[in-house]
């Protein structure tokens, strides 16, 4: 349903989204300073950046709620875990090296793609920008969702 609808806006505006890639996804998240978290290292602080187990009251926040990083994104940590483009790999081993999107190539399963972020009904080590986790990619829930990258001209 994303790429639907990232294909969707794509034909409605002329520019085109997709999908970030997981790599994308991370340096959005860790910023320049290589954060803990999606705006902060420091766990004592992560409630003023995401929502998540102990400041969620058991839902979703509305988007922005939470203090920005250091590119300016909101809610890069917790609130609903993001999906990425990249399927789902047992190692690391033959990733891509430049960033793209790691498909099928090297033993690849698309029919299981990675999320990333955390959730407003998980603990703060779920929402590190480090963890990775998967899901079927035709699997829907309260905590998952997604954003869009916009390709510049």
């Given amino acids: 349903d994303a790429k639907a609808y990232a294909k969707?806006?794509?034909e409605q505006?002329?520019?085109?989204?997709r999908l970030p890639t997981e790599s994308e996804w991370e340096f959005a998240a860790r910023?320049?300073?290589?954060e803990v978290w999606a705006g902060t290292s420091d766990e004592s602080q992560l409630r003023e950046y995401a929502v998540f187990t102990v400041n969620s009251g058991n839902r979703t926040a509305e988007v922005g709620t939470k203090k920005a990083n250091e590119f300016?994104?909101?809610d890069l940590s917790g609130n609903v875990f993001e999906w990425v483009e990249d399927c789902q790999h047992s190692t690391y081993h033959g990733?891509?090296?430049?960033g793209s999107a790691w498909l099928e190539a090297n033993g690849g399963d698309c029919n299981q793609r990675i999320l990333r972020g955390?959730?407003?009904?998980?603990?703060p080590e779920y929402l590190r920008a480090s963890n990775?986790?998967?899901?079927?990619?035709?699997?829907?829930?309260?905590?998952?969702?997604?954003?869009l990258v916009q390709d510049l001209p």
């Avoid at 505006?13 to 989204?17: A, H, M, P």
């Avoid at 910023?31 to 290589?34: E, P, S, V």
């Fill in 118 to 123: 955390g959730s407003w009904n998980f603990k």
């Fill in 72 to 74: 300016g994104f909101h």
């Fill in 13 to 17: 505006t002329g520019s085109t989204y």
């Fill in 31 to 34: 910023g320049w300073k290589m």
């Fill in 132 to 147: 990775r986790g998967w899901n079927f990619a035709v699997n829907r829930g309260s905590n998952l969702g997604f954003r």
């Fill in 8 to 10: 969707w806006l794509s």
């Fill in 95 to 98: 990733a891509p090296t430049r």
